[in-house]
């Protein structure tokens, strides 16, 4: 009995291990070749993710023994790649230390099995690639590429020529992969060369902060110009006015004068009548002696009414 158990045991994990030889599974974010002495048929690829990844016992998949038949898997997802720091000589003689970083994705997984075989390859390969097209930043100026002037700063512009480079460089190569985005991951200048740059960078915003000063000195001594050229007329028209004002009051100070000088009386009467005027302006009640000042005004009516015309019965004094 147990004989024949330890036989059953064996059989068990010989078909187990037999299992295991001729057959693979694809997962879901995975891609799967099958080759043939290393050759790639038709239908010997197997996506994890569109679902042909799926065999006729689920997830699993027939094939030879090795070296009959080999698999080998890939990732279906977006990879991210990146490189050692690269020292390159910018359009204005500054040297820049510059990091790059590349996605990318397996889209034909036979033509990256012919070309590459493995993903180590495939790194090592985009690599070199990059280290080529990452001569393009050498056309730009350091500023070109660290500005806070966004109209002025052309990194972008930069990260989007060294990704059709690298795009064209792939594509003419034909590694059955697809970029899908190349960045910079980081710009730097070397130490013995950063204080050159930014006592530089001082400098030429000293200087731009000194034209701004001027200009505004300018402006302002052009505004105070304007401003007392302004004051000056309007001063001069004040003056020219108050002196036609004062020349009007001379001129009717003199006539009052030449009145009162010809008849004084009739002068002092008209005054003590204006008097009388306002007071009476407001139809007040007034009682008082018909001798105070200017009520004695009412008895001298009747003597120059025979002179000025006016009665007792005059609207004057309405």
């Known amino acids: 009995m147990k004989k024949l158990s330890s036989i059953l045991l ?32 038709e239908d010997s690829v197997y996506h994890g993710r569109d679902g042909t990844g799926r ?45 790059l970083f590349v996605t990318w994705q397996i889209t034909d997984a036979k033509l990256f099995y012919t070309k590459l075989r493995t993903e180590d390859e495939a790194r090592q390969r985009l690599k070199e690639l990059l280290r080529d097209a990452t001569n393009q930043i050498a056309s730009y100026r350091f500023e070109d590429l660290t ?3 966004p109209a002025k700063l052309k990194i972008t512009e930069a990260q989007q020529k060294i990704a059709q480079t690298l795009q064209a460089t792939a594509d003419a190569s034909e590694y059955g992969i697809t970029i899908r985005s190349v960045g910079i991951e980081r710009l730097l200048l070397p130490s013995e060369v950063a204080s050159k740059v930014f006592d ?20 302002a001594t052009q505004i105070l110009s304007r401003a007392d050229s302004i004051a000056t007329q309007i001063l001069s028209f004040a003056n020219t006015r108050a002196e036609a004002i004062r020349s009007e009051g001379r001129i009717a100070v ?15 009467f008209l005054l003590r009548l204006q008097a009388v005027r306002q007071m009476l302006a407001n139809n007040p009640t007034i009682i008082a ?30």
């Open 147 to 149: 500005n806070i002037d």
């Open 200 to 219: 530089q960078m001082k400098q030429t915003r000293e200087t731009l902060a000194s034209k701004e000063t001027e200009a505004g000195k300018a402006e």
């Open 55 to 99: 065999g006729v016992l689920g997830n699993l998949h027939f094939k030879w023994f090795n070296p009959i038949q080999s698999i080998e898997t890939y990732s279906a997802l977006v990879q991210q790649l990146d490189i050692e720091p690269t020292q390159i000589k910018l359009d204005d003689n500054n040297v820049a230390v510059v990091q």
């Open 289 to 318: 002696d018909p001798r105070m000042i200017p009520f004695d005004v009412f008895p001298q009516m009747k003597e120059l009414e025979g002179r000025s015309g006016i009665s007792a019965s005059d609207d004057n004094l309405e």
């Open 10 to 41: 064996g059989l068990l994990l010989l078909l187990f291990f037999l299992g295991y030889m001729v057959t693979f599974s694809v997962g879901h974010n995975q891609i799967a070749v099958k080759s043939t002495f290393g050759v790639v048929g």
């Open 254 to 268: 003199g006539e009052k004068i030449r009145e009162f000088r010809d008849d004084p009386e009739f002068a002092e």
